[in-house]
């Protein structure tokens, strides 16, 4: 969690986009103005509980005492309905919903895409529309700021490419399953992901092994030792649940091939960790060619990175030889904040949208429900 925002502005018309993922809360602050003047993000494990959930918004209540306020508007999207404490995804989206609703109030809304903005009451039928919207909301922001452009959040979790042109979002697929299909999901991030499911063989010392199959190590790991995560990003437990370090990181690298860390230098193994890093942006890479053939007018459009991994999208542009945009630059935020709004992309978005939208702020009510997502 980034340092906490002093300057008690704008307190009565305070909009916070709220993002409620699997593993994190990502909270952001708006005034009516459209400018985002802070922004933060907790870990919250939602699989172990609700009261994860609950006490992270302590956590926002402790950070921004009006956002209790009954002025404050809340903004809310997700992908949290996905964690495996829900039967299915419909209970997911009326558990977290009924949660906020208790604690957030009255002037609380839910995104729903093409569906509109949904009162909490009209969740529970409108789920379909408000489970795992978060990247559509980031992406139609987006849009109305660069006419043609691939956007590709990678936080610790998930990668996703969504393609805009003409200033519209014309992702192929609008759910988990579909995006799944079409490439524009990708079940890979920079911290949590295991890296077994990285890849099942790679070069060690000058000969390719396999990679066991076990939760030796994860994706943090390898950003530790190429010293491209920010700690504060690194907020989960690593496989072992042991230190974060690099001579940590080391050990559990090995073990992914059979070996101990001693067996190599720290050179070695931080060359090995950038292998690991190759293969991980080549399947992003793939993916990313693969959106991009179903839209040729996005041949030599710019990627836009968001999300704790962006420096893995700039990495992208580079290779390619195409223009980079940072969210937090698209957004205009305080430089003291811009690096958190990029991180924490759809939460900014889904603020900002809510501060562009009057039914978003209406009291009552189910939006353009009957309208297709």
Known sequence: MNAPYTKDAAAGAAVFGWDVGGAHVKVSMADSSGAVLDVAQWACPLWQGLDHLERTIDLVF?????????????????????????ADRAEGVRMIVATLAYRLGARLRFYAGDAGWLAPHACAAGWRHVASANWLATARWVSTRVANAVLIDIGSTTTDIIPIVGGRVVACATTDAGRLATGELVYQGVVRTPLCGVAHRIEFAGVTVNVMNEWFATTADIYRLTGELDLLHDVHPSADQGPKTEAASRARLARMIGRDAHEADAVEWRRFAQRWRALQLREIGVNLARVIAAHPELDAAPL???????????????????????????????????????TCAPSVAVALLALGDPSSRQQSGCHGVSRAA
């Open 62 to 86: 402790e950070r921004w005492p009006h956002a209790r306020m009954a002025a404050a508007q809340h903004a809310v999207t997700m992908t949290g309905e996905m964690v495996d404490l829900f």
């Open 304 to 342: 836009v990175g968001a999300g704790c991994g962006r420096f893995l999208v700039a990495a992208l542009a580079c290779e390619a030889v195409r223009g980079y945009l940072d969210f937090g630059a698209i957004a205009g935020v305080p430089e003291r904040c811009s690096a958190w709004a990029a």
